[in-house]
Nanobody, 122 residues
């Protein structure tokens, strides 16, 4: 089970920190990721962090603004979002997958969490 939290309504340029706690098994060797789905759009990959090595990757539009990190001992993943823009408005989902290289794809995700809404006003 994945439980995400931290969403809310902010203004352009503000920051938010999303958190996701994974429970039910040991996910320390899994990669963890964040996706988002804006209104009327398809879900898209945002960022992923590898399980065994502290390596991360991001979609281009969030590079330099978002930071993904994890605490494997606590089975948690966080997404620090800075300099938020209206186009970041979406429901954000955390996800877990066995492969760091395929977790960016929907079929590379083994477990999905329920989303948390982020709204950035202009």
């Amino acid at each position: 089970q994945l439980q995400a939290s931290g969403g809310g309504l902010v203004q352009t340029g503000d920051s938010l920190r999303l958190s996701c706690v994974a429970s039910g098994r040991d996910f320390s060797n899994y990669s963890m990721a964040w996706f988002r789905q804006a209104p009327g759009k398809e879900r898209e990959f945002v960022a992923a962090v590898r399980g065994s090595v502290n390596v991360a990757r991001y979609r281009n539009s969030v590079k330099g603004r978002f930071t993904i990190s994890r605490d494997s001992a606590k089975n948690t993943v966080t997404l620090q979002m800075n300099s938020l823009k209206p186009e970041d408005t979406a429901v954000y989902y955390c996800a877990v997958g066995q492969s760091y290289f395929t977790i960016s794809l929907d079929n590379g995700v083994d477990f999905w969490g329920k989303g948390t809404l982020v709204t950035v006003s202009s």
